[in-house]
């Protein structure tokens, strides 16, 4: 944009409206529900504002796809609106990703607003308005649009993580994501101006050109730059150090949310980070290399070790998706077309991993959302077969099981990492995932096993250094606060579930209502489990979308 | 026509998938129904397949059919995808074949149990898993099969897992298959190595570039996964303890699927172990010894079933002898023989079993020839067909066998023929035990005292690692009430006796498919050549010598069941001929258990004490007090305090960019 300043004054670029149908599309869905939300006569049924959302996610989808199939065929990509924003087969990839998530989500969620008798589309709106901004995370191709994109991605899960106004968690989980994500966005911005400063450009291809022809390695005003955007991405994927926020609002969230966030943020996130960092900065790759590198470890490494010691699947959930965006950065310290399409895949599959495991969660949580001790899951195989079934393939999936997708996902990584000799990374990364495999199977384990909790089992040590309740902060939120301890802290809730579980075992579990899954949550179910288990036995598909998005970029 | 290749595992596969989704709803029998219709369905595509290769060219009747890439990572390419020549062809259309049958007969064995859907699902899963390993164009795709052989095999021996000696059995399995697994996949990692490739058409390309030594370990880790796979010495005990799954299974395992694996795969390999003669001689002599131990220990069996695991064992050392002398045809030949009349031979004693109310007893059997012809009468078939006498089936494969063994040693022919008496023998007086003779099971089983009888019947249970009591046997199924009632034994319904029968007529002419004598006849030599060559000494011995063969094994058969008539007749008890020592199967099993199983145990609870308690425990303890004692650095930084956080975020910010500065300026 800046450029087009410098060049020519003000003039109205031309705006190539097929480019940005996706994202219209997804504006226009959300505003056309807000429109029936607010001029409806009587309520309706959250299954018609689901619907909505998923005819929107199809209708995108086509237009991705429309999008994709001019990508290739006209034989190269292109920049559109003032050059500010890419149609190559990377933004075509996501736009595609995107859609599906929108699609699978709006399925996974009815359930939970049906139950949780949420009235009103607001929900869904949001789910679309965040996609839409995920979407242009991905198009962008100007540090600007970028920032766009990470603000409409971002202020939607704020609000949707602190959208159960009956549990204080959900609002302080909201609070903290806010606050965090505004600075957060701060420091991104501070880095576009110092990148800015160092090169007179906002626009990424005019940055990469800058830097291909002049050499300035030695540039601190441009490194600190890049080293700001690199805070504001690792911080929107939940890298270490900067991932503190992650289990508080993943626990606080409403669970069908935190999936859909879980999945959101990661696509818009590494979507921007790879693009950025591939072209833009690629040059610079010498000095980013080794920040990806001890970033990517701690991160393997505090996902694998912390999450084991959860006793809550939530919080469990949100180390393990520390543990993949250790994973997904493997990709991205490769710095190789081989290390960008492991990482594409890499996000592509995780998507749907991490909504269906959500949506299991969402449905054992039960009416008000609120069982997520890993206790709760125990003998779901009996009372649930199929849903535990569905779980256990997901879980095992994100361990790296054989025949899934997430075997092959952690594989290309690894691999692309091993290419690039980065052997010790390659050997942390395996064995984090060995660790992580330890937490998802004794999910598995609980869910099929039929001895009730051995008393102080000795993964969960009874007043042992418990890593803050979350929902606990006496800061903000709790209406308890004060009379609490923080170390002891827990929320009203919290203290339920403790003395809950320690119950359970003894009184041999009440045998808790079945759950009734409607045909949508089925479907969505039915989805993400199949995507698992059918691409991981057949990835051409998947890997060769992911190979060619990689292939097109600019 | 012939690419409909894929179709033939996937339709067992739709089935069990279908049936694990919705068998409970669909139920008892319509669940069986489906099942016997996805692997009836198999077969008829195999056909097609198999009359579609026949009107090529024999040389151009192998080609490889890719499904997909599967992964690939550096080197390794694998894909999945199926080898079409007419080794795999041979193998699925028998494997389907048998298997219809099969499943046609479990719709009428299984029709009492609660699980019925299951046993579906499982044999579903476990025909496709073998069609598999069969069709697999590669060695990983034939070792998927492999484990799915495998793990359907432990499923369905312990399918009864409610009685103890059926939940060890099936692990007992699962743990001689892991051993010989282990070989496989050594192999595997050591033929990539040495040729770059898993493929079967791009390995035996490539065998030139390989030396001796390499290939002959290949070849001999492969055949330790045989071993496992096909119950050879040493990993053959499981076999059998196999026997305690439901009946259906124990013919599924025998004939069709399980134990034919080791051969398909040592014949499959056939370029390897013509290159490694150190090797094959090791597996013709294995085999040769496993023949004569099954043999002797199955005259001294008195478990109807355990006769015919031990006769299978013994006969798959056969199998194991003509690969290892280079008679490839003539054990494929004998593989599919013996397919029919094992089957028969199961299928048959399930028939027993089932209309003896679980009772497996030779001993308290006996006089059931009038009660259950059809039964009775393809029972004799089976008999004089494995035991080979003219002009059955077993007859021709054995011969085959047996002059192709003479044509490598004397001494392997010896032990073969010497065997091949035991078999007529063995079987002979099984056959007479169960069905001529007395009806002991009349006074063995008054009115009201069913269970105490059966008890204290001859003293017979010889297997003192086999827990259970035939008593546990009667009770376990079919409602438990049948030890009261007085036995009224009948031939089965049709769903039962079809298979019979059909299996019996296939028992008396199979040996049509290659008969010696004239190079006109010999179809499945001819059909197998392109696969595996020529046989190293068929059709190098003269039609004068063929001709003496014949009669000298016509003269052993004839001698067998003659003994087993003169000993057997009316007789019940004999211990002379049953020596305590072949009735505990020479101790084998029981010095495995105290030589392995008990020093493991041993070992597993020193570890359990020792390392576990000590040094694992201690690790883990050692890094829960390290969460600890940093408990307080942990706690401090996930405190739930917004200002924590974002103090961390700063601080990660601050180090960054300090290491970014120290770039720019040095």
């Avoid at chain 1, 270490?240 to 949310?257: E, I, K, L, N, R």
């Avoid at chain 1, 490769?334 to 960008?340: H, L, M, Q, V, W």
């Avoid at chain 1, 899951?377 to 361990?399: D, H, V």
């Amino acid at each position: 944009m800046s450029g087009f300043l410098a060049t020519s004054g003000f003039a109205i670029p031309h705006i190539d409206y097929t480019a940005l149908l996706p994202e219209l599309i997804m504006i226009g869905g959300a505003i056309l529900l807000l429109g029936i939300g607010a001029l409806r006569v009587r309520h309706l049924p959250p299954r018609v504002y689901s619907a909505l959302t998923g005819a929107t996610g199809v209708a995108s989808l086509v237009a991705g796809i429309f999008l994709w199939d001019k990508v290739h065929g006209a034989g190269h990509p292109f920049a559109a609106v003032a050059k500010s924003l890419a149609v190559d087969g990377f933004s075509t990839a996501f736009v595609i990703l995107a859609s599906a998530i929108i699609i699978v989500s709006s399925l996974l969620s009815n359930d939970y607003l049906e139950r949780e008798g949420v009235i009103g589309p607001e929900y869904h709106a949001l789910t679309l308005l965040s996609a839409s901004g995920a979407m242009l995370m991905a198009a962008a191709n100007d540090f600007i649009v970028i920032f766009l994109g990470l603000e409409i991605l971002s202020i939607p899960l704020y609000i949707l993580a602190a959208l159960d106004q009956r549990r204080a968690e959900s609002g302080e989980a909201g609070m903290k994501y806010f606050v965090l994500g505004a600075f957060s966005s701060a420091i991104f911005v501070y880095g576009i101006a110092l990148t800015y400063g160092a090169t007179g450009s906002t626009n990424l291809a005019q940055i990469a050109a800058y830097l291909s022809h002049n050499v300035s390695t030695n540039d601190g005003l441009l490194l600190a730059g890049a080293g700001l955007l690199l805070v504001g991405f690792l911080f929107k994927v939940a890298a270490v150090p900067f991932h503190m926020w992650t289990p508080d609002v993943y626990q606080g969230a409403p669970t069908p949310a935190t999936g859909f966030m879980a999945a959101i943020a990661k696509v818009g996130g590494f979507a921007a980070l790879l693009r950025v960092f591939f072209t833009s900065f690629h040059v610079l790759s010498s000095s980013w290399q080794p920040i990806i590198w001890v970033v990517a470890i701690l991160t393997l490494v505090v996902g694998a070790v912390l999450g084991l010691v959860q006793r809550d699947i939530k919080r469990m959930l949100a180390y393990s998706s520390i543990n993949h965006a250790g994973f997904i950065l493997l990709g991205l310290e490769a710095a190789s077309t081989k290390g960008i399409s492991a990482a594409l895949y890499y996000v592509f599959i995780y998507s749907f991993l991490v909504l269906g495991s959500f949506a299991v969660v969402t449905l054992v949580g039960g009416k008000g959302d609120r069982e997520h001790s890993i206790e709760s899951f125990r003998g779901l195989g009996r009372r649930q077969p199929l849903l535990a079934l569905a779980l256990a393939i997901l879980l095992l999936a994100q361990a790296g099981a054989p025949f899934t997708t997430g075997f092959l996902g952690k594989l290309y990584v690894v691999e692309a990492a091993v290419s690039a000799h980065s052997y010790a990374l390659a050997v942390i990364a395996m064995l984090t995932g060995a660790i992580a495999a330890a937490f998802y199977l004794r999910v598995v384990f609980v869910m099929y096993g039929t001895r009730p909790a051995p008393a102080g089992a000795p993964i969960e040590p009874a007043g042992g250094p418990q890593l803050a309740s979350a929902g606990a902060s006496p800061e903000i939120g709790s209406p308890l606060g004060a009379s609490y301890s923080p170390l002891s802290a827990a929320t009203l809730v919290a203290t339920e579930q403790e003395t809950g579980s320690e119950v359970g075992p003894t009184s041999s579990n009440p045998p808790a209502a079945p759950i009734r899954l409607s045909f949508a949550t089925a479907l969505g179910l039915a989805l993400t489990v199949g995507v698992t288990v059918v691409f991981g036995i057949w990835p051409a598909p998947i890997f060769s979308l992911a190979h060619s998005a990689s292939l097109l970029f600019i | 026509m012939i690419h409909a290749v894929f179709l033939i595992p996937l339709l067992p596969l739709v089935g069990f998938a279908v049936l694990a989704a919705f068998g409970r709803k669909l139920g008892n029998p319509l669940a069986g129904w489906i099942a016997t219709g996805a692997v009836a369905a198999s077969f008829i595509v195999t056909a097609i397949v198999f009359a579609g290769l026949f009107q090529l060219a024999p040389g151009h009747r192998s080609f490889t059919q890719t499904w997909w890439n599967w992964f690939s990572v550096d080197r390794l390419h694998v894909t999945a995808g199926a080898l079409v020549d007419p080794l795999s062809m041979t193998m699925a259309a028998f494997v389907t074949g048998v298997s219809t049958l099969i499943h046609l007969y479990s719709i009428g064995y299984m029709e009492h149990d609660p699980q019925f859907p299951k046993f579906f699902v499982y044999l579903n899963l476990f025909v496709a898993s073998m069609l598999l390993l069969v069709l697999g164009s590669n060695l990983v795709m034939t070792f998927l099969g492999w484990e799915g052989v495998g793990v359907c095999s432990y499923f369905l021996i312990a399918f009864w897992f409610d009685r103890p000696s059926a939940a060890s059995a099936g692990k007992k399995a699962m743990i001689f298959n892991r051993i010989g697994d282990a070989g496989f996949l050594l192999a595997m990692f050591l033929t990539f190595e040495r040729t770059g490739s898993l493929q079967y058409v791009t390995v035996f390309h490539r065998l030139g570039h390989v030396g001796v030594p390499s290939l002959t370990a290949i070849a001999l880790l492969l055949f330790l996964g045989a071993a496992g796979k096909s119950a050879q010495l040493p990993l053959y005990p499981w076999l059998a303890d196999a026997m305690e799954g439901p009946t259906p299974v124990s013919a599924l395992i025998h004939a069709a699927t399980m134990v034919t694996a080791g051969v398909y795969l040592m014949t499959r390999i056939n370029p390897i172990l013509h290159r490694a003669p150190d090797a094959a001689h090791v597996v013709a002599i294995i085999g040769v010894l496993t023949a004569f131990l099954g043999a002797t220990i199955a005259c001294a069996q008195t478990d109807i079933k355990k006769i015919l695991a031990y006769s299978t064992i013994s006969q798959l050392g056969y199998m194991f002898l003509a690969v290892g002398v280079g008679a490839y045809v003539a054990a494929i030949f004998l593989m599919l023989t013996h397919a029919f009349y094992k089957a028969l031979l199961f299928l048959g004693a399930g028939s027993v079993i089932h209309a003896m109310n679980d009772e497996q007893n030779t001993k308290t059997m006996g006089g059931l020839r009038k009660l259950m012809p059809i039964t009775a009468v393809t029972f004799l078939i089976a008999w004089f067909s494995i035991g080979g006498v003219p002009p059955f089936s077993g007859f021709w494969s054995k011969g085959e066998v047996l002059l192709n063994a003479y044509g490598y040693s004397t001494w392997l022919y010896a032990l073969g023929a010497l065997t091949a008496l035991l078999t007529a023998y063995y079987l002979g007086r099984c056959y007479l035990l169960t069905f001529s003779g007395q009806a002991r099971w009349v006074e063995a089983r008054p009115a009201g005292d069913g269970h105490g009888v059966v008890g204290s019947a001859p003293p017979v249970e010889s297997d003192t690692s086999n827990p259970n009591t035939p008593t546990e046997r009667v009770v376990a199924h079919h409602g438990g009430a049948g030890g009261q009632e007085p036995l009224h034994p009948h031939d089965p319904s049709w769903v039962m006796s079809l298979p019979l029968v059909v299996l019996a007529v296939a028992s008396v002419f199979g040996g049509l498919i290659d008969l010696p004598f004239h190079p006109n006849f010999v179809f499945l030599e001819r059909w197998l050549s392109p696969v595996v060559g020529a046989s190293l000494f068929n059709g190098h011995f003269s039609v004068a010598t063929e001709w003496t063969f014949a009669l000298v094994d016509a003269a052993i058969a004839l001698i067998g069941v003659g003994l087993a008539f003169a000993l057997w007749r009316g007789a019940v008890d004999r211990p002379a001929v049953e020596p305590t020592f072949l009735q505990r199967a020479w101790y084998i099993d029981w010095g495995y258990d105290r030589l392995l199983a008990r020093t493991s145990t041993l070992f597993a609870g020193f570890l359990a004490t020792v390392v576990e308690s000590k040094v694992i425990d201690g690790a883990v303890n050692g890094v829960g007090t390290l969460f600890r004692s940093g408990g307080g650095v942990l706690r401090r930084v996930q405190t739930g305090y917004v200002r924590n956080y974002a103090l961390g975020v700063m601080a990660g910010l601050v180090v960054l960019l300090a290491y970014l500065v120290s770039r720019a300026f040095t």
